[in-house]
């Protein structure tokens, strides 16, 4: 069974800065691809950033392109991203979310099997 549980949310003012951090309990983690979601009160789920099985391929929507940086540690199982240049538009729950093969299209949640719970982004102008 594959578990994941998010950490580092939080609250911050504009142009500051978070790290998420996402452990997936798995023995293949290595095997995961890896995905980062977010969903504000009233908006859709929104694919923010995915990453391949090496971390060699990253994908980003493009309203964080520059700013926020996905990664990951195999060895380690853990995911994460990077925010900096926090705006209040980021401002969501945010999802760390895996899938064992390759997905069709990087940043479509349906692709997605294995969910965490969440962790939250609260950025204040």
């Known amino acids: 069974q594959v578990q994941l549980v998010e950490s580092g949310g939080g609250s911050v003012q504009a142009g500051g800065s978070l790290r998420l951090s996402c452990v997936v309990t798995?023995?293949?983690?290595?095997?995961?691809?890896m995905a980062w979601f977010r969903q504000a009160p009233g908006k859709e789920r929104e694919g923010v950033a995915a990453i391949s099985l090496s971390g060699v391929h990253r994908y980003y929507t493009d309203s964080v392109k520059g700013r926020f940086t996905i990664s990951r540690d195999n060895a380690k199982k853990m995911l994460y991203l990077q925010m900096n240049s926090l705006i209040p538009e980021d401002t969501a729950l945010y999802y760390c979310?895996?899938?064992?093969?390759?997905?069709?299209?990087?940043?479509?949640?349906?692709?997605?099997?294995?969910w965490g719970q969440g962790t939250q982004v609260t950025v204040s102008s």
């Open positions: 979310a895996a899938r064992a093969d390759a997905p069709g299209s990087y940043l479509q949640g349906e692709q997605y099997n294995y």
């Open positions: 798995s023995y293949t983690y290595s095997n995961f691809y």
